[in-house]
């Protein structure tokens, strides 16, 4: 359970935590989408991965997020890496090379290849829960939702006017995950007293305990939420209607120096991308292993 | 199975920023076959000391003695946790959340069957549990959803009685209901004592502690501020805990000022005033 706290914002006062956060949200697309790019040979894109990833972890240090969580939330992903590689492993090699073959299971040849991809994208993975990390622990949610409401008010000039309506939504979702947590932890406590193990016993006596869990759960979030809409209206709320707003968003010069470094970069990766520059060729595969180049 | 609680600290979020610590140094010994009353203002470490009891919590430092059972600062060495918790068990604030089956019986009947018991032994141990709490056989087969405030929190503490635990914990087990459904829980958690159980309670309200309590626990800010009988602390200073000292009391201390020659320490209820006044006629 406690694994959910993973990204919790962490109240400290770094450079990272004073952006501003329509900055931060846009800077963390841009770093996304440079992840996903792939340069046309192999040996460029891993360079400019561990680029990347030395630039991650400067931000995680400079933001203080801990590593401790990282490597707690990475801890859930050993399922997918065996999940990939069984994937890689079993379809078939478009790049088909007998000099590539790692080994045999049977008569199957299984190649370097599978190891290499399955690699390449647990990677790529860990690097955007860094990034998702470094922006949920920086940045408080209510700014995150004032953020995306400030991306989607341009819709007002087509009539459609829900940058509001959704920012409410989002708000309101994010504010009550503790809140949920909180009364997990709680029923699971009163269940614990009641004999359920959450951790222990067989297939059906742990989905038992589930039924146990959720549908209290359910029943709590369904009233809570009908509460919480009539002390709205109670209270007069419109969503049409222009509201004022306590946190006032502010493009600071810390947020000029970090959006143009982050640019640059993306424009390097992009640049590099579109002209297939290939500066370096170097068949990793080949280096280690001894086996032939592979494109 | 007396209680015996050791220098035990709790600290929630460690090393973050958010740290609290809720417990500090707390060492105290709860009766056997007592009624122990647990009081202190929000926040003053009343729930987490509760929570560690039964392993639900494990302490950050010190120990906690339950009969043979030892819970430590190690979870690697608290085995045996659930047959602890057959033998210590807690209502929690508000049970009534955690009701979730098709019909009152058969919700009941969870805890008993999640120790072992097999469907029909669970089931007549749940009617045995419904019974004591007052609800009587037409409500077996309806859903728990459908009861009202009060019976839904009889059917929950029912779900915990039905388990037989030797030890009862109630966290406010009267908040929010009405003066006759907190009556009728009241007199459960007294015919429960008297048929042999440990019962420690969490209250704010002062006639409980005067009225039922055998022993009174105060804690303030995370530390152990009194223990001892009610009446000591009400006749103590009791500026810092936030406590009201109840109308019964005051009456009698006042009457004792004007010179009746009444023992205070032995006074719980209306009745014992009037039995004492009897005899002194």
Known sequence: MNNLTFGRYAPFNTFVHKLDPRNKLLMMILLLVSIFLKVDSWSSTLILTAFLFLLLIAAMIMSRVSFLQLFKSLSMMWFLVIFLLLIYIFIPNPNYNPEHIAFYIGSYAVNYDAFYQSGYIIFRLIMMIMITMILTATTKPMDLTYAIEWYLSPLKIFKYPVAHILAMTLSIALRFIPTLLDETQRIMKAQSSRGVDFNKGGIFKRIGGLVALIIPLFVSAIGRSEELSNAMEARGYNPYAKRSRYRILKFSWRDLIAFISILAIFGGILTLKIYDANFIKIDFIYWIFGAKPLF | ?281
């Open chain 2, 1 to 281: 199975m007396p209680i015996k609680i050791n220098h035990l600290s709790y600290t929630y979020m460690k090393k973050t920023p958010n740290e609290v610590k809720a417990l500090d140094d707390v060492s105290l010994e709860i009766p056997d076959k007592k009624i122990t009353a647990i009081i202190g203002h929000t926040g003053s470490g009343k729930s987490t000391l509760i929570q560690t009891l039964n392993g639900l919590l494990t302490p950050t430092e010190g120990t906690v003695e339950v009969g043979d059972f030892v819970i430590t600062n190690n979870p690697k060495k608290n085995k045996k946790i659930k047959e602890l918790r057959k033998h210590i068990s807690i209502v929690f604030q508000f049970p009534e959340y955690q009701l979730f089956d098709e019909t009152v019986e058969k919700d009941v009947a969870f805890g008993p069957k999640n120790y072992g018991f097999k469907e029909e032994e669970a089931l007549k141990k749940a009617h045995e549990a419904l019974a004591k709490v007052g609800i009587d056989e037409s409500f077996y087969k309806r859903s728990p959803f459908e009861l009202s405030g009060g019976e839904k929190r009889r059917v929950a503490i029912a779900g915990i009685i039905a388990i037989d635990p030797d030890i009862l914990i109630l966290d406010e087990p009267t908040a929010g209901l009405d003066p006759h459904g907190s009556n009728i829980i009241l007199n459960l958690i007294s015919e429960l004592n008297k048929s042999g159980k440990t019962i420690i309670i969490v209250t704010h309200d002062m006639n409980i502690v005067m009225n039922y309590s055998d022993h009174v626990i105060v804690l303030s800010d995370g530390k152990l501020a009194f223990e001892g009988v009610s009446s000591d602390l009400f006749n103590g200073d009791v500026s810092n805990y936030s406590i009201e000292i109840p109308k019964l009391f005051q009456f009698c201390k006042l009457l004792e000022e004007k010179g009746a020659k009444i023992e205070i320490s032995k006074i719980r209820t209306i009745d014992d005033l009037f039995n004492q006044l009897k005899e002194r006629k």
